[in-house]
C-alpha cells in the first residue's frame, strides 16, 4: 500500500519560497499512470488542487499559481517536492501530498485520488 509523508518547514516567513518534500514507500513515482500531486487547504476554506507530476516527470500547474509553483521529482529518494516562491499570508493552509491513478472514463483520463499524506501545516509570519 501506498504512503505518503510530508516534511519540511512549518513557518515560513512572507516573500520567502516554501519547500515541501514527499517521501513515497509501498509504490514507484515511475509507475505508469500514476500521478503525484499536492493540495493545499487554507482555513476555513477547500481543497485547492496546487499541481502533479507524472510517472514521466512531466509537470502539471494550476493557473492561478503556475508563475510560482514548481515540482519535481528524486527518483532515487522516491521524493517528489513542491517550491511556492513568493509565499504571503493568503498561502497558508495545510499542505497534502497525495497520490492517484489515471482512469479512463469514456472520453477522458481523470486521477482517482486513493493515498493521501497526514498533511503539514504551514504558517506565513514574519
Known amino acids: 500500500q501506498v504512503q505518503l509523508q510530508e516534511s519540511g518547514p512549518g513557518q515560513v516567513r512572507p516573500s520567502q519560497t516554501l519547500s515541501l518534500t514527499c517521501s513515497v514507500s509501498?509504490?514507484?513515482?515511475?509507475?505508469?499512470?500514476?500521478?503525484w500531486t499536492w493540495l493545499r487547504q487554507p482555513p476555513g476554506k477547500g481543497l485547492e488542487w496546487l499541481g502533479a507530476i507524472n510517472h514521466r516527470g512531466s509537470t502539471y500547474y494550476s493557473p492561478t499559481l503556475a508563475r510560482r509553483t514548481a515540482i519535481s521529482r528524486d527518483t532515487a529518494k522516491m521524493q517528489f517536492t513542491l517550491q511556492l516562491s513568493s509565499v504571503a499570508e493568503e498561502d497558508a493552509a495545510v499542505y497534502y501530498c497525495?497520490?492517484?491513478?489515471?482512469?479512463?472514463?469514456?472520453?477522458?483520463?481523470?486521477?482517482?485520488?486513493?493515498?493521501w499524506g497526514q498533511g503539514i501545516q504551514v504558517t506565513v509570519s514574519s
Open positions: 509501498g509504490g514507484s513515482i515511475t509507475a505508469p499512470r500514476h500521478v
Open positions: 497525495v497520490h492517484g491513478v489515471l482512469v479512463t472514463e469514456g472520453l477522458t483520463i481523470n486521477p482517482k485520488y486513493d493515498h
